[in-house]
């Protein structure tokens, strides 16, 4: 009888934790690489700082605020565009 993915799961996760328990796997630096701060390009920068921006308007402006999201997202590409000429 195949196994689930949850008893699959498992048994990945229990493997895992005897690893890292053995000392066979580095769980606290790839920790802190996901703790970290994102590498990102200054253009994938600024993209996802505009983006993040736009959605907290959006949240604050309730459902009137859905058009300025697009504004705001459309502004940031014609900012980007006329700083990479």
């Known amino acids: ?9 498992r048994e990945a996760a229990t493997r895992m934790l005897q690893l890292a328990i053995d000392g066979k ?11 970290g701060p994102l590498k990102l390009g200054p253009q ?5 700082f505009e983006t993040a ?9 309730g459902l009137s605020g859905a058009g300025r999201v697009d504004q705001g997202h459309a502004e940031g590409r014609r900012q980007g565009s ?4």
């Open 44 to 48: 994938e920068s600024m993209m996802t």
């Open 53 to 61: 921006k736009a959605f907290v308007a959006g949240q604050e402006q």
């Open 25 to 35: 796997v580095d769980w606290q630096a790839r920790r802190g690489q996901k703790k």
């Open 82 to 85: 006329a700083t990479m000429r």
């Open 1 to 9: 009888m195949p196994s689930s993915a949850p008893d699959k799961l």
